[in-house]
């Protein structure tokens, strides 16, 4: 049997990057290296390219040289890696669905609010999930009576955007939050938020969290990126994780807000014993896999997730958010180049095993 197609969906500011190789953090080559190892071909579009009513799609195409348009079948298997806001975009991609096309991580960008809901109600996971609710006046006063350290984050935000923190101190609340890359403290008066901040969640969904205690790396809180795919068998699995450390002073520990990516063995081994260091390890192992697992029982058809998992000074593990769209990069930046290559064979792994199934 010859070569087969499996799309790569991306958006379209990337699409247009593809002639001059300027994609951002996603590797074409990757892909291409990967998708050989298993006879497929990988073809690189966007969402206006597709004609469902026709069953084709103008796709670029590597030919060793260069990227060129070629118009194809809709491949029967596409790793959806773009990001859409609009109610038609998530139309479109049901239609395809419905039309027989196996679309992997479909949606991937699920509210906060939505993950943490569906985690939450697996009895299994719930003792490894921080407390949250919705952010409303009234949630947010019951959450600063229970717990001392709360993380407000947006529903919708990614990279650490829109971040904020409120922390008691023995006279009263602080309030934090970064502007212009600077974080910036607020003592609030009589435990009340600022005009400006109460304003900004009745406009934008927020979740409030219980603040887990992480542990600190050079007095750098931590946490951690764990990769979830599944390969060639459907199964999941850990492709590899890293450690993210904060900026000093920062509480986002995001890579693309200032955040340093190291190998997780390197920074937990100056902070804990090596038999702990590797029950600790097992134990964020086994909570990732259980909760894409779960996930992937309530959600359609998910083949690669990045959990941030973070630990707390006995290195018990809490789930703090699932990325649907795991920027690898981080894998790179760490030194784990191997590794970041993994993450991108697994997934042209996991439309082999599409591409040979009847059924999902």
């Known amino acids: 049997m010859g070569q087969q197609h499996v799309g790569i969906l991306l958006n379209s500011s990337m699409c247009r990057g593809i ?16 998708a050989k190892e298993y006879e497929l071909t990988p073809c690189f579009f966007k969402l206006g390219d597709i004609d469902i009513k026709r069953n084709i799609v103008v ?16 491949p029967k298997v596409i790793h959806n890696r773009a990001l ?3 109610h038609s975009a998530h ?5 395809l669905s419905a039309n027989g096309t196996k679309l992997f991580n479909m949606n991937n960008r699920y509210g906060k609010d939505i993950i943490h809901r569906l985690v939450w109600s697996a009895p299994h996971l719930r003792d490894y999930v921080p407390n949250a609710a919705s952010a409303t006046p009234y949630s947010i006063k019951i959450m600063m009576a229970r717990f001392s350290d709360l993380i407000l984050k947006p529903v919708r935000g990614s990279v650490g955007q829109g971040i904020m923190r ?9 309030f934090m939050y970064t502007s212009h890359r600077r974080l910036r403290t607020i003592k609030l008066q009589g435990g009340q938020l600022p005009k400006w901040v109460q304003r900004h969640l009745s406009a934008t969904p927020y979740l409030i969290q219980e603040r887990i205690p992480l542990i600190e790396y050079e007095n750098r809180c931590i946490d951690l990126r764990v990769t979830v795919q599944r390969g060639l068998t459907g199964d999941w699995g850990i492709t590899g994780l890293f450690a993210k450390a904060a900026p000093q002073g920062s509480f986002i520990s995001n890579v693309a807000k200032g955040g340093e990516a190291f190998p997780a063995e390197y920074v937990l081994s100056q902070l804990m014993p090596p038999e702990q260091m590797l029950i600790s390890l097992t134990h964020v192992s086994t909570l990732a896999l259980g909760i894409a697992t779960h996930l992937s029982s309530k959600l359609p058809l998910l083949g690669d997730l ?3 998992i973070g630990l707390t000074k006995d290195g018990r593990p809490f789930f703090i958010e699932c990325n649907g769209r795991d920027q690898r990069y981080g894998f790179r930046k ?15 792994a996991f439309a082999k095993y599409l591409l040979d199934q009847n059924t999902v």
């Open 306 to 308: 990045g959990l941030d």
């Open 19 to 34: 002639p001059t190789r300027k994609t951002g953090q996603e590797s074409l080559s990757n892909y291409e290296e990967m």
């Open 91 to 95: 139309l479109k991609l049901k239609r």
């Open 84 to 86: 859409y806001n609009n």
């Open 166 to 174: 409120l922390r008691r101190e023995p006279k009263g609340w602080l």
């Open 59 to 74: 796709a670029y195409v590597g030919n060793g040289r260069e990227y060129v348009k070629q118009m194809i079948e809709i």
């Open 334 to 348: 760490a030194g784990l180049s191997e590794t970041w290559k993994e993450t991108y064979r697994q997934p042209m």
